[in-house]
């Protein structure tokens, strides 16, 4: 959360001279910067409430959403930023990122059995996943990844220039049919930064991450579980700190989210023992939007989960209709078949299947990042068929299934 300059500092003198706080440890609160271009003044505060109320209200009558709703995929273009080697990061780092987020908003995290037993019933599926882009705005196959070498060496992050190519940094694709993720060095301690829905630019609507808290490899602790970008895309979503919009506030404020209890901490690099009770209620310090340490945090709330769905469908909607993750394939195919992977990104075997009315009969590859046909085999449309992946390096692959000039193409994402 930033306030905008100098107000930190101020802020960090006032509550020095009144509670004796150290002027430093506010400045550290700051893991995230999420609401760059937010104002807390009254208007907003009013705007806040009105959105608050539509969602509610959008909530509301659509139960069966929240119950019943098929997983939404929603396209990602990641923009490295780069100015070192290093900060240019490597496809296979990316992907553990987008695994992170598979997790994540699917409650397959390991951290899941950890929640303590009175939080268990409040953990939510959001049934959101992601995936790096196939089709670019143009509509030309991508690897959902862009590379943009910049000059600024302090560090772009969290700065308005990293969303313009003509500034040092690297242009967003159509923000309302991206989620665009800019992975960029920050200067000083921050992690990361979100656009919230319908506040700030077009241009420069979507999240930023350091590149050093990026996914699983090369990351930093205690930031190297991937949370940064987790914690990012839940106020991309929609969604407060737990402990609201305003780090003053404490527990007059809050989320405006019923199930998540309010607290007076942010928990920065910290990974505290549970119970600890902040306002009334004991903290959900392991909710992703708190800023407790990476390996201490895992879950969204129930809640949480109607907010973010609610603000896809009223605020981010050209997500939903988005065909970023859709298939290379001439389009004619493409409406009488389909080719559907099972459990994407794939560890150990690729399972998939050719849906077609038509044709029984297919030819299946897959292909590596260079073009190189790297297994092959003839199968049945309708079926489940495999191929073994297990002794194949991590990274991006190509599964192509053809037939009589009919073309399918889906990415293949290997972890090892
Ligand atoms: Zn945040």
Redesign the pocket.
């Known amino acids: 959360?930033k306030f905008k300059t100098p107000v930190p500092v101020l802020l960090s003198f006032f509550l020095a001279a009144f509670f004796g706080i150290n002027a430093t440890a506010i400045a550290q609160q700051e893991?995230?910067r999420?609401g760059e271009h937010r104002l807390f003044d009254e208007a907003w505060y009013q705007q806040r409430e009105v959105r608050e109320r539509l969602l509610s209200e959008w909530i509301q009558n659509h139960p069966e959403e929240l119950t019943q709703r098929t997983v939404v995929t929603i396209p990602v273009v990641v923009h490295v930023v780069w100015n070192k080697n290093e900060e240019n990061i490597s496809n296979e780092q990316i992907l553990t990122q987008m695994d992170v987020l598979n997790r994540d908003f699917r409650k397959q995290n390991v951290e899941i059995p950890g929640i303590p037993a009175v939080f268990q019933s409040k953990i939510a599926d959001v049934e959101l996943e992601f995936c790096l882009a196939n089709l670019d705005p143009s509509g030309n196959a991508t690897t959902g990844i862009t590379r943009t070498y910049t000059n600024n060496s302090v560090g772009i992050g969290g700065t308005s220039n990293v969303h313009y190519t003509n500034m040092g940094g690297k242009n967003a694709w159509n923000p309302e049919k991206y989620l665009n993720i800019w992975v960029v060095k920050f200067a000083g301690g921050v992690g990361g930064t979100?656009s919230f829905p319908g506040e700030g630019p077009l241009a420069e609507d979507g999240v930023q991450v350091d590149y050093r808290q990026f996914g699983t490899m090369n990351v930093d602790e205690p930031y190297h579980l991937g949370r940064t970008c987790t914690?990012?895309l839940g106020?991309y979503f929609g969604l407060e700190?737990v402990w609201g919009p305003s780090f003053n506030s404490c527990c007059n404020d809050d989320d405006g989210i019923a199930d998540t209890p309010n607290s007076c901490e942010t928990y920065l690099e910290e990974c505290p023992s549970h119970p600890v009770i902040s306002c009334t209620q004991p903290d959900m310090f392991m909710n992703y939007?708190f800023y407790t340490d990476d390996e201490c945090m895992g879950m969204f709330t129930n809640g949480q989960k109607a907010r973010m769905l609610a603000t896809l469908s009223m605020m981010r909607t050209g997500l939903l209709t988005s065909n970023g993750c859709g298939l290379v394939a001439d389009t004619e195919a493409a409406a009488a078949s389909g080719l559907v992977i099972f459990k994407n990104p794939v560890r150990e075997t690729l399972d998939f299947e050719v849906k077609s009315a038509g044709s029984m009969q297919w030819e299946a590859s897959l292909i590596d990042f260079t073009g190189r046909k790297i297994a092959s085999k003839k199968i049945s449309a309708n079926q489940l068929q495999s191929f073994a992946v297990g002794e194949a390096p991590a990274g991006m692959y190509f599964l192509l299934v053809e037939n009589e000039g009919k073309r399918l193409v889906e990415k293949v994402f290997l972890l090892r």
């Open positions: 959360m893991r995230c999420a979100s914690h990012e106020h700190h939007l």
